[in-house]
């Protein structure tokens, strides 16, 4: 179980920005630029829950304070009860994540690359030869497991990706827009792999601005707007609350019930 509680992140403004005098976003205060302000959620095993907010809501933001690469202003970030925050390396075990800047080596094949990051993560012999070709099989990466990185598709080196942020058996796996510039096959490959891990009992966050990708995977969803929380449920507490049983419309109704609040 990871549980979020009133996070926030800001940026200070860089020199240029503080002499503009006109503010064009209402995040802006204080030589900072506020990110996240306040966003709370959690997530159970073998949940999923999806993300979701208009863009530059704070959606990345916080997933990078998640994935520990941020640290946050405030708030707490607790796996199974262990504070990430103070504990940056316990959280790195105990969570994978892939982001659109996830990286991987050119010059390495795919099969290679996914080895060296389970090595990183102590796997080794029998145990990362047989999670290797579990993952492999799992994301239907066989045909291409032998080229180098430098040389794939995007939805091939998303795949890579993916695998790369799950060799390591993590209890937590955070996908920042998965499906992102993928084809309908790459993108159902990656659903159905989404629905083993949560067969597996994993937690897993992924954000995304499709919400039929929402309506066939989702547990529960969490909704931020200008860096605040303002929804945290299930699709079925979502519908209600956004007085629609179609995702979008219930989607757009809420944000619009905030603007005129
Ligand atoms: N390092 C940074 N310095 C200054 N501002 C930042 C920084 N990182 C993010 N921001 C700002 O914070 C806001 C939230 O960005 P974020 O990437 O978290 O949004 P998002 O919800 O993921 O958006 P999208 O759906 O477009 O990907 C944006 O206005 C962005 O410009």
Sequence with gaps: MITVNTLAKRFKLNKEHKKQKQRTDVREHDGHFHSVKDVSFQCGYGEVLGLL?????????TLRMLSTALTPDKGEIAIDGIDIIKYPLKGRKAIGFLSG??????????????EYFGKLHGLKGNVLKQKCEALFTMLDMTSFLDKRAEHLSTGMKQKTNIARAVVHNPKVVILDEPTTGLDIMTTQTVIAFIRTLKKQGTSVIFSTHHLDEVALLCDKLAVIDNGVSCFDGTVDEFKLRGESNELNQAFLNLLDERRHV
């Design 53 to 61: 907010g208009p863009n530059g809501a704070g959606k990345t933001t």
């Design 101 to 114: 800047t996830t990286g991987l080596y050119g010059r390495l094949t795919a099969r290679e690359n996914i």
